[in-house]
């Protein structure tokens, strides 16, 4: 077990997430996590849209009582607060609500209405990047649920990789799953899940710039649909 050491240099924790990248490869995702719980303790947290609760799931069998992070950005559809709170009801986490700085109707007044039909990027910056940004400030490391699957933008994410914006490390333990992987541990362990994962969409963010996806298309078809935007900004 690695030692936890609260304090590191960025130089000694960019380093750690590049060895534990190669290291960790090919090992399990409960593997990963528990190796992120040993290294970093409760300086350790996990970030998740409620799209699904399968990586709180895997990182509270680590880490029980791991702190998983939530942006409510103002816009989210009424099923993603609902699996939010029913997370936080029946899961061995504690479950942190960050908000932005902004109510949807102060930045209405200073931006102007619909500012996500305008400029999503911005949008998405002063709702969701800067929000998590402020979040992260306590911890050394957060773990996402992105997987190399989901679209050509995360085909290379590394299980542990380095977030440079964030002088973080960021641990992706279900990166090499496929969705086929996802659908048999939420069947097996009865982990909750968006109920609009049931409703025709694939990947679900703000209400105002989520759709359902059509046949054949991939699972973020259904995200800024139409525009060139295929993140939100959090990712890179």
Known sequence: MTAIREERTSGELKALAEQAGRDLEDASAAEILTWAADTFGK?????S???????????SRAMPGVD??????????????????????????????????QTVAEQDAEYGPELHDRDPDLCCRLRKVRPLEEG????????????????ETRANTPVVGWDDRRQK???????????????????????LTNPLLTDGYASVGCAPCTRRVLEG????????????????????
């Not at 911890?139 to 190399?148: D, F, Q």
């Not at 298309?217 to 890179?236: M, P, Q, S, Y």
């Open 68 to 101: 998983v992070v939530f942006l409510d950005t103002g816009y989210h559809f009424e099923e993603t607060i609902g699996t939010r709170d029913a997370v936080d009801a029946v899961m061995d986490v504690r479950v942190i609500t960050l908000t932005p700085r």
């Open 136 to 151: 992260l400030a306590g911890y050394l490391a957060w773990a996402t649920g992105l997987r190399r699957d989901e679209s």
């Open 217 to 236: 298309e991939d699972a973020r078809a259904g995200r800024w649909a139409g525009r060139a935007k295929t993140e939100c900004g959090l990712h890179g």
């Open 169 to 191: 490390v960021k641990v992706s333990p279900i990166a090499r799953w496929t969705q086929d992987d996802v659908d048999a541990y939420v069947a097996e362990h009865g982990v």
């Open 43 to 47: 300086r350790f947290c996990v970030a």
């Open 49 to 59: 849209s409620m799209e699904d609760a399968v990586v709180a799931h895997l990182a």
